[in-house]
């Protein structure tokens, strides 16, 4: 995520991915990116596997309760009026 700085010529950057060769890890930084182009930042690296399992996990009980909502049936009841 970045946010531009109102009267200042910097964002600032949250989170931002770094892409790496190596995909075993992800590769994320906070920091200041001036207007050149020109980044100070820290790294935060890691496998992170907890956390993408919770949110594998969440993904999939939400797809169920997509999938399920679809394939309830709908029945519709009519009464006839006596005559």
Same mark, same amino acid.
């Given at each position: 995520?970045?946010? $531009? *700085?109102?009267?200042?010529?910097?964002?600032?950057?949250?989170?931002?991915?770094?892409?790496?060769? /190596?995909?075993?890890?992800?590769?994320? /930084?906070? &920091?200041?990116?001036?207007?050149?182009?020109?980044? /100070?930042?820290?790294?935060? &690296?890691?496998?992170?596997?907890?956390? $993408?399992?919770?949110?594998?996990?969440?993904?999939? $009980?939400?797809?169920s309760k $997509?999938?399920?909502?679809?394939?309830?049936?709908?029945?519709?009841? *009519?009464?006839?009026?006596?005559?």
């Open positions: 995520m970045r946010i $531009k *700085v109102p009267g200042q010529d910097v964002t600032l950057r949250f989170f931002e991915r770094v892409e790496t060769t /190596d995909n075993q890890y992800d590769v994320f /930084d906070l &920091g200041i990116e001036q207007q050149d182009g020109s980044i /100070d930042s820290m790294v935060v &690296g890691g496998s992170f596997s907890y956390a $993408k399992s919770l949110i594998r996990k969440a993904d999939e $009980k939400a797809e $997509k999938t399920e909502a679809t394939s309830t049936p709908v029945v519709t009841v *009519v009464a006839e009026a006596a005559a």
